[in-house]
């Protein structure tokens, strides 16, 4: 009987009631929830909830969720109710917890009384606040305002934290003291610029001048301070000259020795390019004496041109193979084909008084310079002339390499390939030592130029204002060594 008198729910029309229902804020029937597949972690997101039959019956019923704070603000307040039960009926002991990955709730870490668990606004002062997020901070430590932690069960104890606060409290008074000061200095200064610019003009320095200075300056004219300036040479101009001439100068005497050893070197430069030039001038008398040579036809004179040999070498700027007897001949050509390609040049000709045939000089009017290879080589600009059949060689024969016979050779220019140009090499070697002479003396030139400037200028006006000897030893007045005296 009191089966069949018990209230029956849900579609499955059953009177159990030890499981989750929900009911429909329409009809105001309950269902099970296992009958209509909906969980109670479902149902803690719904407003409101209509069954089938209502939604069937009325379309413009639909189920209405929470929004997503409001659900979190209700489990938030849920669990705060399960704290306060569970802090009600027992008591952890927080000294058996790990201090580090204990399982004790945050909110066993506050007692709830004291000033830093009823404060509620971050500091953004201390090193937890900085760390965090919406402060800027990188995220990595995750603590707790320092002055939020719980002075009773906070991991940090209370102490640290006072001492930390008054760390920063130091800090802050010495940074505080620090700007004070330099506003202090900043207003001393100006308060001195404003003294000195409002306590009146300022007199001329010039003197016997009466008159006030300019603006940013300590005299009323030019000619005030050139006045100063000269009375100031005046007095102090010969003393310095005084002693300039009573204690001697040891750059003085090292640069007179320096002197006269350029001029030593200039003389021998100078002897030697007379030498060059009378052995030029002898080797232009050779030249004229070997071409009066008869050529001589016998084969004696042939005897060595007249070997045949198979062998060939390579021409070292073609690279083509070639006989030996026409190797040098035909290198030299070789040569001044690929050297007239290039031009070596200078925009200025040379000057040089005495000297005879040393450079081209060849005005190029496309890049307005002048040649500057060696007249007797230049590929360039000039071209051996053609040689007669009738013209003898007349190169001066050697014995030993270095032991001049006094003959000379006969054959004819055109077959001798022994002597190919020999008039050219020994004037281009003349020529060339001669170049390297003057370019020697040029140098000496500019280094006695260098030091005669250095000789003058050390004795100038500027020099003896700006510079002074002083003598440590008064008894002494040669302060050299005893080496250099």
């Known amino acids: 009987m009191e089966g069949e008198k018990a209230q029956v729910y849900c579609?499955?029309?059953?009177?159990?009631?030890?499981?989750?229902?929900?009911?429909?804020?329409?009809?105001?029937?309950?269902?099970?929830?296992?009958?209509?597949?909906?969980?109670e972690k479902m149902a803690k997101a719904i407003r409101q909830w209509y069954c089938l039959r209502c939604q069937d019956d009325n379309p413009s019923l639909e189920i209405k969720y929470r929004p997503k704070k409001s659900r979190e603000k209700e489990a938030e307040s849920q669990r705060e109710s399960e704290r306060n039960f569970e802090s009600?009926?027992?008591?952890?002991?927080?000294?058996?917890?790990?201090?580090?990955?204990?399982?004790?709730?945050?909110?066993?870490?506050?007692?709830?009384?004291?000033?830093?668990?009823?404060?509620t606004e971050d500091c953004a002062t201390c090193d937890f606040c900085k760390d965090m997020k919406k402060f800027g901070g990188p995220n990595k430590i995750r603590q707790k305002c320092r002055f939020r932690q719980c002075d009773v069960r906070a991991r940090v104890s209370f102490l640290?934290?006072?001492?930390?606060?008054?760390?920063?409290?130091?800090?802050?008074e010495s940074r505080r003291h620090k700007q004070k000061q330099k506003h202090k200095d900043k207003l001393r200064h100006n308060n001195k610029g404003d003294a000195r610019d409002g306590g009146g003009q300022r007199q001329c320095l010039g003197p016997s001048c009466v008159e006030a200075a300019r603006a940013n300056s300590k005299y009323c004219s030019e000619e005030c301070g050139i006045k100063l300036a000269a009375n100031r040479i005046f007095e102090i101009l010969p003393q310095r000259i005084q002693q300039w001439q009573q204690s001697p100068c040891v750059a003085e005497e090292q640069g007179k020795k320096q002197l006269e050893r350029i001029r030593r070197d200039q003389q021998n430069a100078r002897i030697?390019?007379?030498?060059?030039?009378?052995?030029?001038?002898?080797?232009?008398?050779?030249?004229?004496?070997?071409?009066?040579?008869?050529?001589?036809?016998?084969?004696?004179?042939n005897e060595g041109d007249n070997e045949e040999t198979d062998l060939l070498i390579f021409c070292v700027s073609c690279s083509h193979p070639i006989n030996p007897k026409v190797a040098l001949r035909h290198m030299e050509r070789c040569y001044a084909k690929y050297e007239s390609q290039t031009s070596f040049g200078s925009m200025y000709p040379t000057k040089i008084e005495g000297a005879t045939r040393l450079f081209c000089d060849v005005y190029n009017p496309q890049s307005k310079t002048y040649c500057k290879r060696l007249q007797v080589l230049c590929p360039e600009h000039s071209r051996d002339p053609k040689v007669p059949g009738d013209e003898v060689c007349g190169c001066p024969l050697v014995r030993n390499v270095f032991e001049v016979t006094g003959e000379h050779c006969r054959v004819s220019k055109r077959k001798c390939n022994k002597h190919y140009n020999w008039e050219k090499l020994r004037r281009a070697e003349v020529d060339l030592e001669r170049v390297r002479v003057w370019y020697k003396l040029d140098e000496l030139f500019e280094q006695e130029r260098n030091m005669r400037t250095a000789m003058t200028n050390r004795a100038g006006l500027l020099a003896l204002m700006l510079h002074q000897t002083i003598q440590h030893d008064p008894l002494t007045t040669d302060l050299r060594c005893n080496k250099d005296r």
């Not at 004790?104 to 870490?109: D, E, G, L, M």
């Not at 030697?272 to 036809?297: C, N, P, S, W, Y």
């Open 11 to 39: 579609i499955c029309r059953k009177p159990d009631i030890n499981c989750f229902m929900i009911g429909c804020d329409n009809c105001n029937e309950w269902f099970h929830g296992n009958c209509i597949n909906l969980t």
């Open 160 to 172: 640290m934290m006072r001492l930390y606060d008054i760390q920063m409290t130091t800090i802050k």
């Open 88 to 119: 009600q009926n027992s008591t952890p002991d927080y000294k058996s917890e790990k201090r580090r990955g204990s399982n004790v709730k945050r909110s066993a870490r506050m007692c709830g009384e004291c000033e830093p668990c009823l404060r």
């Open 272 to 301: 030697r390019l007379t030498d060059m030039e009378k052995r030029f001038h002898e080797l232009e008398g050779i030249i004229a004496k070997a071409k009066q040579q008869v050529v001589q036809q016998d084969e004696e004179a």
